[in-house]
Structure formats: structure tokens, C-alpha cells
């Protein structure tokens, strides 16, 4: 009594979900083996849509199809500070067509405040880095504070009176603060937050009185005169501020800017990851990258896999020193 | 131009060229991947965002609208048929609404769902429109101790979801909370119950693990307990027949009740659809007439929740356009498109490109109008599938879920969740707990710990800092109230009877 | 006095002592907040284990008041519907062909992982006719396949049988 329907209905809606698939798949353009790349290639990001890292590999994808004859396709895969997505490409099959979002947090910090070195950047195969934002101190435009220099000697006076809202601990936001506290000898109040806007809502708020982050997040409010930038965490001035002083200059030597950066599976063979290298600095000349990163007040900062590498084992020894002194490592 | 002259500009230019089509493809897209249980609006959304880079920035942005517009109605389908929130949003709707289904009523739970969301949608986004700015200025006073008021607030929905059992009821919503604290603490770095996995620093995936006690429990509590005759297991007599007139009428108080707290709850940064969706079912059962139907089939049950999850959209836009700062993991998408098309997000987004913003504008109402027929369409074909043999349905149902919660992280251990917390929730049922009380803890967990230390830490450890804020101190006072009302008036009731049976003893 | 119930009050003490017991080993207040990541777990361990001992006691205290007993602890557990009887046969077949299948999801590869995984529930519920058996699996796995993998975009494992497809 029910055959009849059952049959023709789960046949219709297969055939009405597999036509209306084919009407919006993407065709799938064929090449032959042994050409890399072959297909699409992932690009593996442990943060979720529509976060920094996330705009930043779409971005970047984007600007890859003048360079690359396949698609970059953007996976997300969030979960612990991005360490998920690591662990994820450690495990997919090393032919090129696999590649990881990494900035600081994700490949060096978190790694090891967690205490899984497998997830860390030299369990992977550089590829390329490819810019970097300056991160920035903001006070209010009533702040009493008128320089870093003065804000330290307020700090110093009064511990842990000086509350200032970041992103969460293990990102380059907090590390910019507590490696700033060491340095400038002072006791701040740190609060983090689920992400550079949450932060944001709660400096505009008046629930901290410094806020720090990435500069693209900041920019606008500058504009709206809601902040005023105080210090940067850079080697040399900002061009967006050229009158504001670096945070080395007002007496505590920190220098962090967050670099977003690709890594590929450890055993990806070399030229494949030199393809892919080439490829990402021809990407960066593309239009529409200038014009994010315009916006984005970003730096391009390319490095290939070789440089790349010895960057980020400088900038693992730069922060395993700072992790330990500030006695964050689990167990 | 003037406010409305721009409004019309918008919407002249939403409805150009193949602007109709498009919001109607992402009305359709967005419900269909709503009701794919993993799938949620930000997932669906993120999905079509590789379709958006053919497109212009106004268009790109009423395709989104159209998706997150469609996702926050399709969490509902497989919510109220097959008790499966298709999204997190949707979890609340399922309490009365596969109640309903069970009744045979599936068809009218769903048009409620979809007319009242559409109601709550659109005047959501009115007040949006009209008051976005000064709402901008409103929502940075809405900080971590309000919120945490509000969580609290949330909270005592555990009293309404116990059933018989008041304390298994509490250790249930306490097990929910429990469960968030799972993983690394962004606060503090620190990893909790990881016991040295990798993968366990994630913590729980919150939409896996409403499944596994909702949907999946229920799959196994069918396939375990066969005595039903065939026919009548699952909402059997769907109905086709739609809410009319006087049905509509009699869910007005809880689509109101469902409106005001989606538009306030929306606002609040961090607290999202899914905790306005069980702040409203609460509320809506305390104010209700029949508040005794609550859990057992009411269609105001379905209604609030609905709307509420509706009607956080305008409130999410607030400081997404104000002020440049997502109001959600969905209006983050919106962000990235437009960052990706090369345009600033930020305070000066709606002076600099008016008309990109009253685009979306007209984009938002017309894709929530979309959603009635584009919505009644594919409502009609998921009820066809309730003609599906009960085992064919149940298998498929396990199948779409395995595969659906791989989804939206693509993580296998996703699937594994469901599947234990299916046992879970299936050793609940029959043992007293309340699986939605502790789903309620999970939804409201995170919140209300993040929310309640950094109110701390913003205070320099000061707890009077809940009470001298205004707004924190007024939902605390309210949630005290409400909890101790019931008590309160259970005490006055008796001491009268005491004294109505008195006062003749003391005449005679 | 009801057995079950003391089993279950039992169960939520130990559960709950158990959560205590691994609190106390998370840091208490790690550099920035007082309350610390400690704070939460230990106080709802001790919520939990206290639900459990005020059970107990309702089931000692009230089993002779059943409207009192009504509210602190579960009066009928036999609340369900219609429910027929129990059957740990199908309940653990269910759930093992579920473990086995999430297991299988990604070595395996969605194809052909899902169709027996499909014919199993069918077989384990019962009721399906032979012709269904041998359609559904295919049917159903092709229709979620297709709408995942080319309609959603959404990269489904293919398992070994990742180089021999064509997409």
C-alpha cells in the first residue's frame, strides 16, 4: 500500500537535489595527473567565517587566481586558537594540494601554551608569509594619558589600576600587553575578549581605558574621533600615525605585529612548496590584494619558505622566552 | 537626499536587474541549509560567500541577507518533524513544536513558525532602519555584567523545563553548564577536563551535542521501544492545512512577547538567536494564558521563539553598521564581504556608502517577504518526506545527521558527539533529567561564565559592580523576582486559606 | 523507597564528587581574573553532587507524601506514551552500528561507509520491506552526497576512493 509512494518519493527528491546540485555545483575543470596543482587546492583556516584570518585566506585566495590555474578553496575549521585546523593538515596527504592559515597564535603561541608541539610550526613546510599589521595601543580622547611614556609612569604608581581590553590569551593582542608589562616593568589589568570587536565594544564602552589590537579594526574609530591611538608595537614609526611614538620609544622595547602566513603539510615535496611560494608573491601584486590591503592598513611582508622559515624559529625562541617567563605553559 | 528618498533608492536597487532571483536563491539556499541539522545561518552563509565575489557589493550583500533571513526560518523544520534543531537557534521551538507534530498539527507549528518569524523579522528591521544610529550609541553600554545578568535571567527557563522532577531538573541544567567549560578557557589559557587530547581543546560543539540529546535520543528511543503501529510513529497526520486568522490571533501575545525580547536581546553583544529563543520561550510562557500547554503541545511555545530568533536580525545589524563590530558570527559574514569587495566596514560605513546600506536595507525587508512563498514551497516538500516509511525516515535521519554535524566544522569528532550525547540524552529520558535543561545550560553556559569574570576583572574584583550599573542591576532585580514569585505567592495563597479557615473557627 | 531512584541520587553524588576532585586541579586564579577557570566546574560539581544528597533525602523523607515527593523527585518514572517494551537488542545495535559508521566516516569515505550503515538501521528498526532494504541505502547515500558535496560545497570524505573519482 505504501510501496508506490515511498519509492517515487525519495526518487524525486534525489533526482530534484541532484539536478538542482549540477545547476549550482561548480564544474570541476579536468587536468591531467602529475601536473600540479591537479584540483582545487584547500586552503585549511582554524578560524570561523568572517573573523581576520578568514577574510585575510579569502582575500588572498581571490588574488591567487591570477597565479594559480586552480582555485584555492577556504575551509574553515575552528576550534582551539586554531590548533584544530593544524592538527587537521598534519594529517592530510603531503602532494601540495593542502595548505594552513598560520599567523603567531595559531603556529607558535597557542602550540606551545598548550603544550602540543606536534601542532607547532616545524611539525609543517613553510610556504610563504605574506603580510603583517601593526598592533596598536588606543586610549580614549579624554584619557589623562597623553603618551605611552605617561600611561607607564601612571601604571607604575598604580598597579593594576590600568585595565586594558584585547583579544583572547594565547593571540598576539595579549602578548603585546604582557610582554609590555615586563618590559616597562608595570601591572596592568589584561581583559580578554572572544575577538578584536568584542574588545572594541568595551573600550567603547568605558569598561577599559586602553584597548589593543590589530590597526585595521582601529582605524575607523580613529576617524571617529572615539580613539586615540597612544603607542605602536613596531621597530619603526607608522606611516598611518607618524607623529605617535613606538612603544620601544617610550621606554619598553616591544616589537610584535601580527603576520598571517601559509603552511603545507611537513612532507609536501619542495618544489611544490616553491610553486606555491611563487605563486602567493605573484598573487600579491593582483589588484584587488592591493586594495585589501590598502584597507586593511597591512604591510605586505613577503617571505619565502627558506626566510620564512628562519623567521619563525626566531619568533619561537622570541616567544617561548616570554611564555616562560611569564609562566604560562600548562603542565 | 532625504532619509525616505534614500530608503526608496534602496530599494529600486534591490529589486534591479536579477535582484529578485537573487534574494530568492538565498531565501531558498539559506532554508534549506538551516534545516540541515549542523548547518547553521553563519555556516550557510559562509558557504555562499565564494558566489559573492561575481557580484557587486550591494548585491553580495542581499544574497547574505537572504541566507541568514532563510536559515533563521529552515532551523525549525526538522526542529518541529523530527525533534532536530536544524540550528542552535532552533532548539527552543522543538519543546511544543515536535509536540505538535506528535498531535498531528506539524503543519500548523511550521506556518506559525514561518509567519510570526517573518513578523518579528520585519518589524525588527524597521526599528533598525529608523533607529540605527542612536541604537549605536545605546549598545556599548550593554557590557559583560549586563549580559550576565541576562544569562542569569535565561537560567531560570530550568524551573519551566524540569517536568515532574525539580532537582533532577537543576542537576540537568548544571550538567548543560558544566559541559561548556570543556576546553581551553580563552580567559585564561588554560585548558579544563582536556585530559591531554588535542582534540578535546575545542570543547563540545554546541549544535552536535543538541542533536545527540534531541534528535539522536529520540531515533533511538523509536528504533528501541517498536510497539507503535507503523503509520503513527512520526507526526503521522501532518496536516497540510495552514494557521488561519484566529490561530494567528491567539499566538499575538507570545509573537509580541517574542518580538520585544529578539530586538533587546539582539542588541546585547554576544548573546545571540539561541539564548533570545529560550529567553522568549520563557517569557512567553510566564505571560501566557495557558501556560499549563507549555511542553505539551502550545502553539504560542512554537510562536515565541520563532519570532524571537526572527527578530534578532535588526539587533545584530546595530553595531555591525554603526560601528563596524559584528553582533554575530552571521553579520560577521556580512563583514567579509564587504571587506572582500574592498570597502571599510566601520562608524563611518553609512555616511560613506548610503547606498550600499539602504540596499541591504530594502534587501532585509524584501528577503523576509520572500520567505512566505519561497518558504510554504519547500515546507510542502519536507512534509512529503513524513510519508516516508518510519524506518526508511529514521535511517535517513541518522544519515543526514552523521553527516550533517560534519558540516559545519568538518570534524569527525562532531558525529561522535551526537552519537554519545544521544546515548546521554536517551538514558535521561527514561531516567527523569531534563535534556532541555541541560541544553538551556549549554546555550547559556558560555555566556554566563565569560561574561560573569570578565565582569570581575572589569570591576577590579569588585562585586557591587552588578548593582551599580543600571541596566545589570534591574535584570538581576528581575531575576530574582522571578525567582522567588512562585514562592511568594504559594506562601500568600495558604496564608490566607490559613486564615479563611480561621476566621470562622474564631467566631464560633 | 524506590531503588532507582537511590541509584540515581547515588550516581549524581559520585559524578559530581568526581567533578570536584578534577576542579581542584585547574589553576584558581591565572593572571588576570579573581573567580579564575576554577571557580565554575567546582561549583557546579558541588550544584550536582548536592542535587544528588537532596534526592536521597526526598526519597527518605517523602515517600510516605506523594505530592511533596511529586516535586522533589520523580513520582511516576513510567510518564512515557504509549512506549513498547524495551529492547536492549535494538537500542545497542543502534548504537553500535552508529559507532561503527562515524568510525568508518573518514577512513572509509562517505560512499561507502554510509550504505550499510543505512541497511542496518533499516534491518535493526525492523518493519522495512526487501525491495526498501535494497534501494534506500543507495538512494538515500547518493541524494545526501550530491546535495553535500556539489550542492552545499562542502568537501565529504571520499576515502580510498579519493583517487579514483573523477571530481
Not at chain 2, 532551523?75 to 498531535?103: E, N
Not at chain 3, 526526598?58 to 510518564?79: T, Y
Not at chain 3, 526487501?130 to 571520499?158: K, M
Amino acid at each position: 500500500m505504501k510501496r508506490r509512494p515511498v519509492v517515487q518519493t525519495i526518487c524525486a527528491l534525489a533526482v530534484t537535489l541532484a539536478a538542482g546540485a549540477a545547476l549550482t555545483g561548480p564544474a570541476a575543470a579536468q587536468k591531467p595527473r602529475g601536473d600540479f596543482p591537479a584540483r582545487p587546492i584547500t586552503f585549511v583556516v582554524g578560524f570561523g567565517a568572517g573573523g581576520g584570518a578568514d577574510v585575510f585566506a579569502r582575500a588572498i585566495s581571490e588574488a591567487a587566481k591570477t597565479s594559480l590555474p586552480q582555485p584555492l578553496a577556504v575551509e574553515n575549521r575552528p576550534g582551539a586558537g586554531g590548533t584544530s585546523a593544524n592538527a587537521y593538515v598534519a594529517g592530510r596527504p603531503a602532494d601540495g594540494h593542502t595548505i594552513l592559515f598560520a599567523h603567531a597564535g595559531s603556529s607558535v603561541i597557542t602550540p606551545i601554551i598548550t603544550n602540543q608541539p606536534t601542532l607547532k610550526w616545524n611539525n609543517f613546510a613553510p610556504v610563504a608569509r605574506i603580510h603583517a599589521e601593526e598592533e596598536w595601543l588606543m586610549v580614549h580622547p579624554d584619557s589623562p594619558w597623553k603618551s605611552a611614556k605617561d600611561l607607564i609612569a601612571y601604571a607604575k604608581k598604580n598597579p593594576k589600576k590600568v585595565r586594558v581590553a584585547g583579544s583572547a590569551i594565547g593571540g598576539i593582542d595579549s602578548f603585546v600587553v604582557l610582554s609590555w608589562e615586563k618590559a616597562a616593568g608595570i601591572d596592568v589589568e589584561y581583559i580578554p575578549h572572544e575577538g578584536g570587536g568584542p574588545a572594541i565594544l568595551a573600550f567603547l564602552g568605558k569598561n577599559a581605558e586602553v584597548v589593543v589590537g590589530n590597526v585595521s579594526e582601529f582605524f575607523q574609530h580613529v576617524e571617529a574621533k572615539k580613539m586615540v591611538p597612544l603607542a605602536v608595537a613596531s621597530a619603526k614609526r607608522s606611516p598611518i600615525f607618524p607623529n605617535v611614538p613606538t612603544l620601544k620609544e617610550s621606554g619598553a622595547d616591544v616589537v610584535m605585529v601580527q603576520w598571517r602566513s601559509i603552511l603545507a603539510p611537513k612532507d609536501t615535496p619542495s618544489d611544490r612548496v616553491a610553486a606555491l611560494a611563487q605563486a602567493f608573491r605573484k598573487a600579491m601584486d593582483a589588484e584587488s590584494w592591493k586594495t585589501f590591503n590598502r584597507n586593511a592598513k597591512a604591510v605586505d611582508a613577503y617571505l619565502g619558505p627558506a626566510d620564512f622559515q628562519k623567521f619563525l624559529a626566531a619568533e619561537e625562541q622570541r616567544f617561548t622566552k616570554i611564555i616562560d617567563e611569564l609562566g604560562l605553559r600548562k603542565k | 537626499m532625504g532619509f525616505l528618498e534614500h530608503l526608496f533608492a534602496g530599494f529600486v536597487s534591490a529589486l534591479s536587474g536579477y535582484g529578485i532571483l537573487i534574494m530568492a536563491a538565498g531565501v531558498a539556499w539559506g532554508i534549506v541549509g538551516g534545516a540541515i541539522p549542523g548547518i547553521s545561518g553563519a555556516v550557510a552563509m559562509a558557504l555562499a560567500l565564494p558566489f559573492t565575489f561575481a557580484l557587486d557589493a550591494p548585491t553580495a550583500l542581499i544574497l547574505l541577507a537572504g541566507v541568514w533571513a532563510g536559515a533563521n526560518y529552515g532551523g525549525s523544520i526538522p526542529a518541529i518533524l523530527m525533534r532536530m534543531p536544524g540550528t542552535p537557534a532552533s532548539a527552543a521551538c522543538l519543546l511544543d513544536g515536535y509536540v505538535l507534530a506528535q498531535q498531528g498539527r506539524a503543519a500548523k507549528a511550521l506556518g506559525v513558525s514561518l509567519i510570526c518569524g517573518t513578523i518579528g523579522a520585519l518589524i525588527s528591521i524597521v526599528v533598525l532602519i529608523a533607529l540605527v544610529l542612536p541604537l549605536g550609541e545605546i549598545v556599548v553600554h550593554f557590557g559583560s555584567p549586563e549580559v550576565f545578568a541576562l544569562a542569569l535571567f535565561g537560567l531560570t527557563l530550568i524551573a519551566g523545563l524540569s517536568g515532574p522532577s525539580f532537582l533532577k531538573g537543576i542537576a540537568s541544567g548544571f550538567f548543560g553548564l558544566l559541559l561548556t567549560t570543556v576546553g581551553l578557557d580563552t580567559l585564561t589559557g588554560s585548558m579544563r577536563f582536556t585530559f591531554g587530547s588535542a582534540e578535546l581543546l575545542t570543547g563540545i560543539d554546541t549544535i552536535s551535542v543538541m542533536i545527540g540529546l534531541f534528535a539522536v535520543s529520540e531515533m533511538f528511543y523509536l528504533i528501541a521501544h517498536p510497539a507503535r503501529p507503523a503509520g503513527e510513529v512520526v507526526a503521522g497526520r501532518a496536516g497540510t492545512a495552514f494557521p488561519n486568522f484566529r490561530e494567528l490571533r491567539e499566538v499575538g501575545r507570545a509573537t509580541f512577547v517574542g518580538t520585544v525580547v529578539g530586538l533587546v536581546v539582539g542588541i546585547m553583544p554576544g548573546a545571540g538567536a539561541t539564548a533570545s529563543s529560550f529567553v522568549a520561550y520563557n517569557e512567553a510562557r510566564r505571560w501566557s494564558k495557558r501556560p499549563e500547554l507549555f511542553g505539551k503541545g502550545s502553539m504560542e511555545g512554537v510562536a515565541a521563539p520563532e519570532t524571537a530568533n526572527n527578530a534578532v536580525q535588526g539587533g545584530d545589524l546595530v553595531p555591525t553598521l554603526a560601528l563596524g563590530i559584528p553582533g554575530s558570527n552571521s553579520a560577521a559574514i556580512m563583514l567579509a564581504a564587504l571587506l572582500l569587495h574592498g570597502i571599510m566596514p566601520g562608524p563611518f560605513l553609512l555616511t560613506k556608502h548610503p547606498d550600499l546600506v539602504f540596499t541591504l536595507f530594502a534587501g532585509l525587508i524584501l528577503v523576509n517577504l520572500l520567505m512566505i512563498p519561497v518558504g510554504i514551497v519547500i515546507l510542502r516538500l519536507c512534509l512529503l518526506a513524513l510519508k516516508l516509511d518510519p524506518p526508511v525516515l529514521i535511517a535517513s535521519v541518522l544519515a543526514l545527521i552523521v553527516i550533517g554535524t560534519y558540516a559545519g566544522d568538518l570534524f569527525v569528532l562532531n558525529p561522535v558527539q551526537a552519537l554519545i550525547f544521544g546515548v546521554i540524552g536517551y538514558g535521561m529520558r527514561i531516567w527523569g533529567f531534563s535534556a532541555a535543561a541541560a541544553v538551556l545550560g549549554i546555550v547559556l553556559g558560555v555566556l554566563a561564565e565569560s561574561e560573569l569574570r570578565r565582569s570581575l576583572i572589569i570591576s577590579h574584583g569588585e562585586w557591587s559592580i552588578f548593582v551599580t550599573r543600571p541596566v545589570c542591576a534591574v535584570l538581576l532585580f528581575l531575576t530574582l523576582g522571578v525567582l522567588l514569585y512562585p514562592a511568594f505567592m504559594t506562601a500568600l495563597r495558604r496564608w490566607r486559606a490559613r486564615r479563611v479557615a480561621a476566621a470562622p473557627a474564631a467566631k464560633s | 523507597m524506590s531503588l532507582r531512584e537511590l541509584i540515581l541520587a547515588g550516581f549524581l553524588v559520585a559524578f559530581g564528587g568526581v567533578i570536584v576532585a578534577l576542579s581542584l586541579e585547574i589553576a584558581p586564579g591565572v593572571q588576570t581574573d579573581p573567580l579564575g577557570p576554577r571557580f565554575f566546574p567546582l561549583a557546579l560539581g558541588s550544584g550536582i553532587a548536592l542535587c544528588g544528597l537532596l534526592l536521597a533525602a526526598a526519597e527518605f523523607l517523602f515517600r510516605g507524601e506523594p505530592s511533596l515527593a511529586g516535586l522533589l523527585s520523580d513520582a511516576s518514572p513510567e510518564a512515557e506514551e504509549d512506549a513498547g517494551p524495551f529492547s536492549p537488542a535494538r537500542f545497542l545495535g543502534a548504537i553500535g552500528a552508529t559507532a561503527l559508521y562515524v568510525a568508518a566516516f573518514d577512513p572509509l569515505g562517505y560512499l561507502l561507509a554510509t550504505p550499510p550503515y543505512i541497511a542496518a538501521i533499516l534491518l535493526i528498526h525492523g518493519g522495512a520491506r526487501s525491495r526498501t532494504l535494497l534501494i534506500t541505502p543507495f538512494v538515500v547515500t547518493i541524494a545526501l552526497y550530491v546535495t553535500f558535496r556539489f550542492g552545499l560545497l562542502i568537501p565529504v570524505p571520499d576515502g580510498p576512493l579519493e583517487a579514483i573519482l573523477p571530481w
